[in-house]
Each structure stands twice: as C-alpha cells, then as structure tokens.
C-alpha cells in the first residue's frame, strides 16, 4: 500500500527493528544514481538485548543477506 502512495523516485523498506544513523542513506542512493537498476542493502548491525549497545561487524568479513521461502531475513556475518 504504501509504494502505491509513494512519491518519491526512491522506495526504501526496513524492517521494524531497524534504527537509522545519520548519513546511512546516501551511499546507498549513490549507488542507484550509478545503476537505476540496483537494489541496494545497508548492513544491519547487531544490537545487544542486554545494554542496547550496537555490537559492529568487522569490515574485512563479507555479510551476505537473503530470504527464506517464507520470506524470513537470515544473515551469515562471514
């Protein structure tokens, strides 16, 4: 319902659990201007349920997101 009310030439969809730093946006946007056809996926860190903390994945490991046929996000932090 909502991309059929969108205005915008960019749709964004995440899921509830996700909080957004500043300046998450435009690298993302970058890399559609550069390819209209991409579709991009930010990397979603990890918070603690204990202290609330964000727990950061390290750059060198490749993260690869995916979904079940039931359409369950997994990831394998690599």
Not at 16 to 23: I, L, V
Not at 36 to 55: G, K, Y
Request: proline share 5%; aromatic share 10%; glycine share 8%.
């Amino acid at each position: 319902m909502g991309a059929r009310h969108a205005a915008g030439p960019v749709l964004t969809y995440l899921d509830s659990h996700c909080e957004c730093a500043e300046g998450w946006l435009e690298p993302l946007l970058d890399r559609i201007a550069r390819d209209n056809s991409t579709v991009v996926s930010p990397v979603i860190e990890l918070i603690r349920d204990d202290d609330f903390a964000l727990r950061f994945c390290r750059p060198q490991f490749i993260q690869i997101g995916g979904f079940s046929w039931s359409l369950e996000a997994g990831y394998n932090h690599s």
